[in-house]
């Protein structure tokens, strides 16, 4: 897990409030992690996240949540991860982004490795994304998408004319 924060901290290099909120996110997470009586002594920290980085800075990634190493949060503002979404390595979330459930708990979205989401897009309900995908901003995403495709749209459609390129 300690080996997540540099990668994490190197996939945000140039914004030290991306490093500040990913670093943050692997401490509390490996916190949640422990036995009962270092997550009492926790308290404290996990506290200070809820406060700080859901209530002050807006993204609201919950410390349970699985997310894989090299998470790049670009602009990171109102950024919003419901705790039972996947997310794989080397993920890079833009501002404004939504990934969450669809009907209950457990219809959260799986989103594979190196996977770019743009700005303003929504990525709800139990489907999978596969590794490679980019997801152009202000998309919608409703349905699984095959690896290595580019979407965009409301809703999301695979997007012809670039889908050889990569941002």
């Known amino acids: 897990m300690l080996r997540y924060i540099f990668q994490d901290w190197n996939a945000n290099h140039g914004s030290r409030k ?5 670093s943050f996110f692997r401490v509390v997470q ?5 036995n009962a009586f270092l997550r009492f002594v926790g308290v404290p920290l996990l506290a ?3 406060l700080f980085v859901v209530w002050v800075l807006k993204v609201e990634i919950r410390h349970p949540t699985q997310i894989g190493p090299g998470l790049c949060l670009v602009g990171c503002a109102t950024t919003v ?15 404004c982004v939504t990934i969450g459930i669809k009907r209950g708990p457990q219809d959260c979205p799986t989103i594979g490795d190196n996977v770019s989401i743009g700005p ?8 999978h994304i596969g590794d490679g995908v980019i997801i152009e901003p202000g998309s919608v995403v409703l349905h699984d998408v095959k690896p290595y495709t580019v979407i ?15 941002l």
């Open 18 to 22: 991306a490093r500040f909120i990913a």
């Open 30 to 34: 490996l916190l949640g992690k422990q």
């Open 48 to 50: 200070t996240y809820e």
């Open 81 to 95: 991860v419901h705790q039972s979404s996947i997310l794989g390595a080397n993920c890079r979330i833009g501002n």
């Open 120 to 127: 303003n897009s929504v990525i709800i309900g139990a489907i």
């Open 152 to 166: 965009s749209g409301n809703p999301a459609r695979v997007n012809a004319t670039n889908q050889n390129s990569r």
